[in-house]
């Protein structure tokens, strides 16, 4: 993504990233463009988008791991190795079976799309190979859940939208699996089934979405939420992001972000366009 145009509930137009260079730059992840807006309403209306040609061969791969610290492993060495995946999804037996209601679910699943020229393929598929060691079994005839019929691909997304998503944690692949047990753990502790989608960047960094199902009080969002974020506090490395994050954030560095915010408010931005006065 190269751009993306939004407007504020108060008319206010703002972008994100400069479409006029669309063919400069490396562009912009849309996921990660938006979510430091999710503490404030917008509504997106445009978005630019630089496309690439479709690769000559493309193959999707799946391993799944009845193990986390396993799992863990095996991406946090997929992130050094030579290959390089297109993309590398994650879920978890309750996610996985959201995806694909039709295939037994393991307790982690991992998808990985490559491409490249037909003869280039094989070579790749032997790097994840040995980049994934550990996993319980592979198929390269899994279907993508991503590349579907319309109906099909709105039918999953229907489904996906009525769990509970209280936010991303953004962790060290290597910690990813111990991570996805505490979240469940702690859904199970609040008679909140949890699952997980994550998706691993080259970074060495997953993002990862827990959800639950969906409480009917708003006082249980809230503590689902929190609880969340007391998992992810306590990760090296991984950080928590949510429209209610800050109402749980201690960092110091944060409070006196949020400090700041609130004096500017008081005096300059009397519409509250920034993002809503909350004390954390």
Same mark, same amino acid.
């Given at each position: ?11 206010? *137009?703002?972008?994100?990233g400069f479409e006029e260079v669309a063919n400069n730059g490396t562009a912009y992840d849309l996921l990660h463009a938006i ?36 799992l863990s492993g095996a991406l946090d060495k997929l992130t050094r190795s030579s290959a390089s995946p297109d993309w590398v ?69 229907? @489904? ?9 944690? *953004? ?12 979240? *469940? ?5 609040? @008679? ?39 998992i992810a506090s306590k990760v090296p490395g991984a950080a928590f992001t949510s429209r209610l994050a800050h109402l749980w ?6 409070? *006196? ?8 408010? @008081? ?14």
């Amino acid at each position: 993504m190269n751009a993306l145009r939004t407007i504020s509930p108060f008319g206010h *137009r703002a972008r994100v990233g400069f479409e006029e260079v669309a063919n400069n730059g490396t562009a912009y992840d849309l996921l990660h463009a938006i979510l430091p807006l999710a503490a404030e309403f917008f509504v997106p209306v445009g978005i630019a988008l630089r496309l690439e040609a479709k690769p000559a061969a493309r193959k999707t791969l799946t391993y799944t791991f009845d193990d986390g610290a396993k799992l863990s492993g095996a991406l946090d060495k997929l992130t050094r190795s030579s290959a390089s995946p297109d993309w590398v999804h994650v879920t978890d037996a309750v996610a996985a079976r959201t995806l694909r209601p039709s295939i037994a679910a393991e307790a982690f699943t991992v998808q990985i799309s490559v491409s490249g020229t037909g003869s280039g393929l094989p070579a790749k598929e032997k790097a994840l190979d040995i980049a994934m060691a550990g996993f319980k079994a592979k198929s390269p005839d899994v279907p993508n859940p991503f590349d579907v019929p319309a109906d099909a691909y709105r039918k999953t997304a229907e @489904t996906v939208a009525r769990s509970l998503f209280v936010g991303e944690v *953004r962790l060290p692949a290597k910690a990813l699996g111990d991570v996805l047990a505490k979240v *469940r753990a702690f859904g199970d502790q609040s @008679t909140a089934k949890a699952g997980a989608y994550a998706s691993l960047r080259a970074t060495g960094i997953v993002s990862a979405f827990p959800f639950f199902a969906a409480p009917k009080d708003r006082s249980k969002v809230y503590d689902l939420s929190k609880g969340v974020r007391a998992i992810a506090s306590k990760v090296p490395g991984a950080a928590f992001t949510s429209r209610l994050a800050h109402l749980w954030e201690e960092e110091a560095n944060f409070m *006196r972000r949020m400090a700041f915010l609130r004096s500017l408010k @008081t005096t300059i931005d009397t519409a509250h366009v920034a993002q809503p006065l909350v004390a954390p």
